[in-house]
């Protein structure tokens, strides 16, 4: 197995994606077992993979359609579904109204993030990097959530309604036309 090859699916810059994907995987059953802490540690983790993947892709010339594919895929697992997971779990839902309210919302963000994944996946090519992102992408987006978690359990904004509402926001950014500047 070559790791430098272009063609195998299990590249160096593949194999640091499916870290990734292991990583969101996981860090969802630390969600489900209310083990939050954990969850966050492996959160930032493929956060980190996420930066490398494209490193190694572009360093070793490993860009393929697959690995953008790939990329996109864990981005929505690790950077969407799973900081809605830890953000909504973490919320008090009191009542069976709060609870759709709330829910709702989190889908909202959920689809907003696979929708963003799948224009831009509609707009790239392999190995090309933009200047701007327009729209924020679903990594800041996981960074913002991760800071409405901490707002809401240091009860600096304790209102569900509240982080809910900002999430819906942040979840409306992912598919503007704000420019973010690629790091």
Not at 71 to 87: E, G, K, Q, T
Not at 105 to 133: C, D, H, Q, T
Request: aromatic share 16%; with cysteine; glycine share 8%.
């Amino acid at each position: 197995m070559n790791l430098f090859d272009k063609n195998n699916r299990f590249n160096l810059a593949n194999l640091i994606t499916f870290g990734n994907i292991s990583c969101g995987i996981v860090a969802l059953y630390f969600i489900c077992k209310g083990n939050f802490f954990i969850a966050i540690i492996l959160a930032w983790i493929a956060g980190a993979l996420d930066i490398l993947d494209g490193k190694a892709a572009r360093k070793f010339n490993l860009s393929t359609e697959f690995g953008i594919q790939l990329d996109s895929f864990a981005d929505f697992l690790s950077f969407v579904i799973m900081p809605s997971f830890l953000l909504f779990y973490a919320l008090d839902k009191d009542s069976n109204i709060k609870i759709i309210f709330i829910g709702l919302i989190f889908i909202f963000y959920i689809i907003s993030g696979l929708r963003r994944l799948i224009e831009f996946n509609l707009k790239v090519e392999a190995g090309g990097v933009e200047k701007y992102f327009i729209g924020v992408p679903t990594p800041l987006g996981a960074i913002l959530l991760w800071i409405l978690y901490l707002l809401y359990v240091y009860k600096i904004i304790p209102n569900e309604i509240i982080i809910s509402l900002l999430v819906a926001l942040i979840g409306w950014s992912l598919n503007s036309k704000i420019k973010v500047p690629h790091p």
